[in-house]
């Protein structure tokens, strides 16, 4: 209720019919002509309230959080009440179905940098009591080949990439079961590396019919 929504996309009118502020600012990219992000809130008034300045150097436009600036790349901005619309109000309720109809996934790539336990097989062992740990179910015994590694769980896999000579390791956490479980997972593996140079994305994939955890994790999304 008090976040922010942000869409990099024309999204001014399906924005404003559901949130209390919507704004939307429009900017020119050298590469691509222009880019436009639409944001939304029921909390945060965008064209007043106090902008703060998070220290990140900017080297194409002059700074946004100044009192004269702020508004430079303002192209729409809107104020309704969505709750008196009758916009907003309880969820519905989630049916319960008998037979899985859809299957997602979610898959994290993360990058460690500055690992310090040895990157080869014996890093198998390790992430498989890690998996188990967190609740996991491996299927198999991890498999090792060129620096690559891979197990295989009910929920889903893990793909290590390692650079021993750099201290560096790449993982594909991909999970079609359990995802409420990805935070804990993704933690525990680069602890257990002992990395604390961490960055990560994560993208929406497809999942795997026949997840014995599925009704869970759909009452959970």
């Known amino acids: 209720h008090d976040g922010v929504m942000v869409k990099n996309e024309l999204y001014m009118e399906p924005f404003s019919k559901v949130f209390d502020y919507t704004m939307d600012i429009l900017y020119e990219s050298p ?25 990140i150097e900017t080297f194409l436009y002059k700074n946004m959080h100044d009192p004269d ?11 309704n009440n969505a709750t008196k619309l009758g916009k907003c109000g309880s969820l519905p309720k989630i049916e319960k179905l008998e037979e899985q109809i859809k299957s997602a996934g979610i898959v994290e790539i993360v990058e460690a940098e500055k690992v310090t336990v040895t990157l080869d097989e014996s890093l198998g062992e390790v992430f498989t009591h890690v998996i188990e740990r967190e609740g996991f179910r491996p299927l198999a015994a991890p498999v090792y080949e060129s620096g690559m590694m891979m197990i295989v769980m009910k929920e889903g896999y893990v793909m290590t990439r390692m650079w021993p000579g750099e201290k560096y390791c790449n993982l594909d956490v991909n999970l079609w079961g359990k995802f409420h479980k990805l935070h ?32 869970e994790d759909r009452d959970i999304i």
Do not use: P
Request: charged content about 20%; glycine content about 8%; hydrophobic content about 35%.
């Open 69 to 79: 600036t702020r508004h430079n790349f303002t192209h729409d901005y809107r104020i």
């Open 31 to 55: 590469v691509i002509c222009s880019q436009v992000l639409a944001f939304g809130s029921n909390k945060v008034d965008f064209m007043h309230d106090e902008v703060y300045d998070h220290g």
């Open 184 to 215: 804990d997972l993704r933690q525990s593996l680069t602890d257990a590396m002992g990395s604390e140079l961490v960055s990560r994305f994560r993208i929406v994939v497809g999942g795997m019919y026949g997840s014995d955890t599925w009704t």
